[in-house]
């Protein structure tokens, strides 16, 4: 009886293992939970990778990293150099301007038009000699004469002692072994007040200028200027302002203490005050 009732359910048994296959087939494909051991194997590969890539990676990143260091580094000592150059820039720039503007304040101390200032340079200075005696490295051959007025912008500083063919030995205003007083007047509002530079007190630091007449009351403070007299210095050029003021050893004429407008002790360049062609020409036609 059974034979019977499988032929006659054939279709029904066929059916049914169909759908038990695709069942197995479907069950076999799913995805499966990583068992322990294949986890571990995992990590172990994982691991191998790490160990060879981290030091390619540590190299690489290092040896990238010494190539910006070197690169910063030179270029940071080309800024360096063009940052030095322009320092020297800026310092030749200033020292320029400040020659030029020396010159072009020294063009306005001409005395009566009749002369014209000729920039020089100091060569030397012996330091047992500091406030007596300079070299200058001009001399005949620039027209320089003997007893020309030697200034700065700022006032007069000596004369021409002894003049060379390219060199000259200035006598300065505060040697005391001077050849001969430079006459000089104090400007006391619109009185003209007559004096001599008589020698320097090392100990008060001063220019001392005797003979003045002892019937003035000179102030303190009052200008002190070349008066023109001899003929070879301009008129007018400032030595100094009156710092004191007293009656000579004799009571007959006063002295005035006078600091000197002129940087004396850090001269580096000086003006020679020669007169100007136009001069010497009329000078010599006796107009």
Not at 52 to 60: D, E, G, L, R, W
Not at 121 to 135: F, P
């Amino acid at each position: 009886m059974l034979p019977n009732f499988y032929k006659r359910n054939k279709l029904v048994f066929i059916l049914f293992g169909l759908i038990v296959f695709i069942v197995l087939v479907g069950v076999s494909l799913k995805e499966r939970a990583t068992s322990t051991a294949e986890a571990f194997a995992g990590d172990t590969v994982a691991a191998g990778q790490r160990i060879v890539s981290y030091p390619a990676m540590f190299v690489t990143s290092n040896f990238s990293n010494v190539i910006h260091m070197w690169n910063a580094n030179e270029e940071n000592k080309k800024l360096k150099q063009k940052i030095k150059g322009f320092e020297q820039v800026e310092a030749d720039n200033y020292r320029l301007d400040k020659e030029n503007q020396e010159l072009r304040h020294a063009l306005k101390t001409e005395s009566i038009s009749i002369y014209e200032p000729e920039i020089s340079t100091v060569i030397s200075r012996n330091h047992d000699q500091w406030m007596n005696t300079m070299i200058i490295n001009k001399g005949k051959s620039s027209g320089f004469k003997e007893n020309m007025a030697v200034i700065t912008t700022e006032g007069l500083v000596g004369r021409l002692k002894k003049v060379n063919s390219y060199s000259s030995q200035v006598e300065m205003i505060t040697s005391n072994v001077k050849a001969s007083k430079i006459s000089v007047t104090l400007q006391q509002g619109a009185e003209e007040i007559f004096g001599m530079v008589d020698h320097f007190d090392d100990k008060k630091n001063l220019l001392v200028i005797s003979d003045i007449d002892n019937n003035v009351k000179v102030k303190v403070g009052t200008r002190v200027v070349t008066s023109g007299l001899g003929g070879q210095f301009p008129k007018g050029i400032l030595i100094g302002k009156v710092k004191k003021v007293e009656n000579d050893e004799y009571g007959l004429s006063q002295i005035a203490y006078v600091e000197t407008s002129a940087d004396l002790k850090g001269l580096s360049q000086v003006y020679i005050a020669k007169k100007s062609p136009k001069a010497v020409t009329l000078e010599g036609s006796g107009e």
